[in-house]
T-cell receptor, first 115, second 109 residues
Framework: DVKVTQSSRYLVKRTGEKVFLECVQDMDHENMFWYRQDPGLGLRLIYFSYDVKMKEKGDIPEGYSVSREKKERFSLILESASTNQTSMYLC??????????????FGDGTRLSIL | GQQLNQSPQSMFIQEGEDVSMNCTSSSIFNTWLWYKQDPGEGPVLLIALYKAGELTSNGRLTAQFGITRKDSFLNISASIPSDVGIYFCAGLYDYKLSFGAGTTVTVRA
């Protein structure tokens, strides 16, 4: 089974702090994704990466950056945390190889509160 | 991302009932996925649909990929208490998923 592991389940930070959310997957998937989940809005894509050191903006990248130095690890960075970034953050990975598509598998999420 | 309209937003179930939810979009998708999220956990894939018109079952769950490729539905038959949670539809296009806002399923008291 695919395992996507997010480093923290709950995190509390202060406004203006630089925040790192870490995600690791063990299935050698090419693609990795960061979403935020808010009530009534579903999951919205922040950034994704289709290869090491590659990144693409999703639908709501403002205020965030990402890093992918190794294939199995994808980090989300809040450069200067603000209260409107309080949310549930979900990491996912998948493999887009033609003929072997594996749908996105998710981690258990990090519930981040910015005070 | 593409806009997906998922309905209903919430529903109450009584044990043994059949329930239905659906997703529509103005855009065409290559793949439709249905996920379920339990409290405090990440979404878990329930069913994946890869071809227009495809009807797929997974136990008490049945989902269909609409023939126009712009919609999908999920049915749960003979619901049980552990069916409560949030159900999300997702459409895949160009390797990116767009999600519906979710259907929250709660047990009727």
């Amino acid at each position: 089974d695919v395992k996507v592991t997010q480093s923290s389940r709950y995190l509390v930070k202060r406004t203006g702090e630089k925040v790192f959310l870490e995600c690791v997957q063990d299935m050698d998937h090419e693609n990795m994704f960061w979403y935020r989940q808010d009530p009534g809005l579903g999951l919205r894509l922040i950034y994704f990466s289709y290869d090491v050191k590659m990144k693409e903006k999703g639908d709501i990248p403002e205020g965030y950056s990402v890093s992918r130095e190794k294939k199995e690890r994808f980090s989300l960075i809040l450069e200067s945390a603000s209260t409107n970034q309080t949310s549930m953050y979900l990491c996912a990975s998948d493999s887009p190889i033609l003929g072997d598509f594996q749908p996105q598998h998710f981690g258990d999420g990090t519930r981040l509160s910015i005070l | 991302g593409q806009q997906l309209n998922q309905s209903p937003q919430s529903m109450f179930i009584q044990e043994g009932e059949d329930v239905s939810m659906n997703c529509t979009s103005s855009s065409i998708f290559n793949t439709w996925l249905w996920y379920k999220q339990d409290p405090g956990e990440g979404p878990v894939l329930l069913i994946a649909l890869y071809k227009a018109g495809e009807l797929t079952s997974n136990g008490r769950l049945t989902a269909q990929f609409g023939i126009t490729r712009k919609d999908s539905f999920l049915n749960i038959s003979a619901s049980i208490p552990s069916d409560v949670g949030i159900y999300f539809c997702a459409g895949l296009y160009d390797y990116k998923l767009s999600f519906g806002a979710g259907t929250t399923v709660t047990v009727r008291a």
